[in-house]
């Protein structure tokens, strides 16, 4: 009988999601008449456009399948990456449970995405005047107006849509890992859902969708703030509200498999590609420099985390040089689009260093049982490049591909940051989606709390595992 409550509420958003696509198609059916009107007059003006001269966007063959490759790898670094990566971290006992986290978040971040999440993030006009810089519009609910020939740029919008998904899929399931071990799977649900809505599209509309932040010349080409700052500052504030696991800190029991850690290291390396890259939105330079400075930079704070470690403990493990790299490609995702290969050498070896030490004062000195360090790699990693980028970006230093210009009243560009001034605006970037994260997901918590009485399991299911008590599974049997 336990489980009637989350029934109630699964079924209840299902309902919802249901009846309000219906009634956009019946709104929908009613405006064929005008859309066909609007599609003749404007095919009439494309028409007129091309014999005046005037060249018309067409389809890129070499973008299209370049962005659906990327989309692919975004999705890959969830599935399976993230879901190995944490896996492997965590006991046997609980192994099944974090790869349903990250798989049911998957499927539902989707549906999210596609009712209320692109409309809300990605598309202009707010939800009245006074929100335009802080939201986006209600337009594009259930992708409204999506058609086959939709275009983004010169390439098909459904699959810029397709990849941006892939990005509101693997933000909240970074954060499962402040909470392994100990937390009900109704309340992961109810989390994750309500924080797609209340945290990632917000401040995805404020850097990307040409919100207040991007007024204000904010540089984050691939999800420092959007995705690292956001997760990371989210899963400290419920990891201190969980309470530490059993055991935490002097006797926890260490990764039940280093060898899946790994594996999800190097998908999560592989699939980064198209994460950094492919932000670009085209096959072109930026996309090739942002390839290269993504690699330099994990490979440096992979061997910059394995040497402070082997100087420490007097053997380089695995699980350590895997989680430098991690850091690295966390910390290099905002600059991936301004600085130049050295610049990312630096960046790298920052990662590895600040890092590994933030792990230490998360656990030790404030005592949060951030459960696999997603504040330590995710949140400081990713604050930490964006934040880099002001001076490494520079034009002329250490490679840099040059920053942002301010915005002119009338919209055109004037004269570039300085690095302190873009210094200046990228910490008020990071500052707002922190305070957002930490104030949103305190109350989000206290409401999932409410909803599930409690969302953390009993001491007796923490002892038994969550594989069976949540799911009835076991991750391995041994016949």
């Known amino acids: 009988m336990k489980t009637l409550p989350s029934i109630k509420v699964g079924l209840a958003f299902f309902l919802f999601l249901a009846l309000n696509a219906i009634g956009f198609a019946q709104n929908q059916e009613t405006d064929d008449s005008a859309a066909a009107s609007v599609a003749a007059t404007s095919e009439n003006e494309d028409s007129g456009a091309s014999e005046g001269g005037e060249e018309t966007v067409k389809l890129s063959p070499g973008n299209t399948a370049w962005m659906i490759t990327a ?70 609910f259930f992708l409204e107006g999506l058609g086959e020939d939709s275009m983004k740029d010169d390439f098909p919008k459904s699959v810029w849509i397709t990849f941006q998904m892939t990005f509101a899929i693997i933000t909240p399931a970074l954060v499962v890992g402040a909470f392994v071990e100990r937390i009900k799977f109704t309340a992961v649900m109810l989390f994750s859902a309500l924080w797609l809505v209340v945290v990632y599209c917000p401040v995805c509309y ?40 059993q055991g935490f800190p002097s006797s926890l029991k260490p990764p039940h498999s280093p060898g899946m850690v790994m594996t999800g290291a190097a998908m999560l390396w592989v699939g980064w590609f198209g994460f950094n890259a492919g932000s670009a939105g085209a096959a072109n330079g930026d996309a090739g420099m942002a390839m290269l400075v993504t690699h330099l930079s994990a490979a440096t704070a992979s061997l910059v985390w394995m040497f402070i470690e082997w100087k420490k403990t007097g053997k380089p493990g695995l699980v350590g040089i895997v989680t430098g790299t991690i850091a690295g490609l966390a910390t290099i995702t905002p600059a991936s689009g301004a600085v130049g290969p050295m610049g990312a050498i630096v960046i790298g070896a920052c990662a ?24 330590a790699v995710h949140g400081v990693g990713g604050i930490m490049g964006t934040l880099l980028v002001s001076y490494l970006g520079q034009t002329g230093i250490l490679g840099g591909q040059g920053i942002s210009q301010h915005r002119l009243e009338n919209g055109e ?49 923490e002892t038994k595992g969550l594989d069976q008590v949540e799911h009835g599974e076991n991750g391995y049997t041994l016949n």
């Open 413 to 461: 560009d004037g004269q570039y940051f300085t690095w302190s001034e873009q210094l200046s605006v990228q910490a008020q970037g990071c500052l707002a989606a922190v305070a957002l994260s930490v104030v949103a997901t305190f109350v989000i918590v206290k409401l999932v709390s409410v909803l599930t009485n409690g969302i953390r399991i009993s001491e007796d299911d």
């Open 352 to 375: 590895g260093l600040v890092c590994y030490f933030a792990c230490g004062f998360v656990k030790e000195k404030l005592g949060v049982d951030d459960s696999l360090d997603v504040a």
């Open 206 to 245: 404020w850097v990307w969708g040409d919100g207040w932040l991007a007024e204000a010349g904010v540089i984050d080409f691939a999800g420092g703030i959007v995705v690292h700052a956001t997760a990371g500052a989210s899963a400290l504030t419920l990891a201190w509200m969980l309470k530490p696991r």
């Open 71 to 140: 989309t692919a790898l975004v999705l890959f670094m969830t599935l399976p990456g993230l879901a190995l990566f944490y896996g492997g971290l965590v006991q046997s006992k609980n192994v099944l449970s974090v790869l349903m986290h990250c798989f049911a978040i998957a499927c539902l971040a989707s549906i999210i995405w596609v009712a209320v999440g692109y409309s809300l993030a990605l598309t202009p006009g707010g939800l009245d005047d006074d929100a335009r810089g802080w939201i986006g519009g209600k337009g594009s």
